[in-house]
């Protein structure tokens, strides 16, 4: 069982690649049928491990049971809505993919990592960090390699220079327009997928640094924070670079308060940055704005429920609102009283972590959890599989860890 997801983490890292090398994107159906297959792998190893521990199972669920009811109520609900509404069995998937599968990749990876020995935790841990490292220097690795052989790259089924388009080649590199410098997108296949992820794993780098002892792990690991705030301002993510910021205050929080002059310079120099950044995105920043402002009206229309698959990021598909907001976009699907219980849901994840001792390896993706819901708000946090996959399984790892620890 441990090498069965030690290789499905490494297929979810490269994810994106395999896609494009093996199959091209032009072949989308294909590429969909590989999403797919992913999934199922997932579905198998939970599936596998219920049925050889069995006695888990009753435990979990009295341990989880708020947020099992509440999520389990939320989806079954949304899916009766959508129903009622005559809504296709496809913009109902779609809906649950893009709105509501996170929780269950979160809940199933707590259950996995549940039935998993100290020992094998203890070395996933510490090799964990490393992993995240590696994937961040071969994104860099990989960007560079474009700008020095771009004809491989379109070889390979990679488009021109330009934005997403939904069943064709994915651009060779993504740019806010044209004209401007082309974004940092890592292994990941979107510039602000790769912030979210970069951004949910920066105070577990930061806390990876920290707990170094010799100075060649210190001068090691610092050098790898360092590339990954490179990272992080490369992929030119407003969103990414705020909540980065935020991630540091929170880690540094009792160092700030005794340093209160640190904390005002990084805060200016945080909104300098982002108003500056803004301002030469000027397009980009007003869209957002308008779709924000619109998407609420939509809501104050129709305060119920329209129906899974409605908004973004099922827009490429038979949605037509884009709301720039996962929570509006969960209100505008399955209404306003779902779109609170699932925000219970996750308050109560949340807080879940934090039943244990104050300095654990699980704070860290604490914060990077809280960061992603906080992002949410101006973004579809979880509309991409692969930072799902490697954020939650990674999470349930650590809370579970901790909890053994403790015990």
């Not at 005794?258 to 120099?269: D, E, G, N, P």
């Not at 119920?304 to 969960?330: C, D, K, M, R, V």
Request: charged fraction near 15%; charge should be positive; glycine fraction near 4%.
């Amino acid at each position: 069982m441990i090498y069965s997801l030690i290789v499905f983490y490494g297929i979810i890292i490269l994810y994106h690649i395999i896609s494009i090398v093996t199959l091209h994107i032009r072949w989308y159906e294909n590429i969909t049928s590989l999403s797919l297959l992913r999934d199922l792998w997932w579905v198998a190893i939970v599936s596998v491990t219920a049925l050889w521990k069995y006695k888990d199972i009753l435990p979990f669920v009295r341990q989880r049971k708020y947020p099992l009811l509440i999520s389990s109520i939320t989806i079954i609900s949304a899916i009766g809505l959508s129903l009622r509404q005559w809504t296709q069995r496809y913009n109902i998937f779609i809906g649950i993919k893009y709105g509501y599968m996170f929780l269950w990749i979160l809940l199933s990876a707590l259950f996995v990592w549940r039935t998993l020995s100290k020992e094998q935790k203890e070395k996933i841990t510490t090799i964990l960090p490393k992993v995240l490292i590696t994937t961040i220097i071969a994104g860099l690795l990989r960007q560079m390699a474009k700008y020095i052989r771009p004809d491989f790259f379109f070889n390979i089924g990679y488009g021109a220079i330009g934005d997403f388009v939904f069943g064709q080649e994915p651009p060779i590199y993504y740019r806010t327009w044209p004209g401007w410098e082309p974004r940092l997108q890592g292994l990941f296949a979107w510039p602000n997928n790769y912030g979210y992820f970069l951004a949910a794993f920066f105070p577990l780098l930061i806390y990876t640094f920290q707990q170094q002892i010799t100075k060649n792990k210190k001068l090691l690991w610092g050098i790898a924070v360092s590339i990954t705030v490179i990272s992080i301002i490369l992929t030119l993510s407003r969103t990414a670079w705020i909540w980065t910021i935020l991630g540091i205050i929170l880690i540094y929080a009792t160092r700030f308060k005794q340093h209160k002059k640190i904390l005002w310079a990084v805060l200016i120099t945080t909104i300098t940055s982002i108003l500056w950044l803004s301002i030469l995105k000027w397009s980009s920043t007003q869209e957002h704005i308008i779709q924000k402002l619109s998407s609420i009206q939509y809501i104050i229309d129709k305060p119920l429920w329209y129906w899974l698959g409605s908004s973004w990021p099922a827009i490429h598909h038979e949605g037509t609102i884009l709301p720039e907001n996962y929570y509006i976009q969960i209100a505008i699907d399955t209404g306003t009283v779902w779109a609170i219980l699932l925000l219970l849901t996750l308050i109560i994840l949340l807080h879940n972590t934090k039943i244990y001792n104050k300095n654990n390896n699980s704070k860290p993706l604490m914060i990077g959890f809280f960061i992603l819901l906080v992002m949410g708000l101006f973004l579809h946090v979880f509309e991409d599989s692969m930072v799902n996959y490697i954020f939650f399984i990674t999470r349930g790892l650590y809370i579970w860890y901790e909890s053994k620890q403790k015990i």
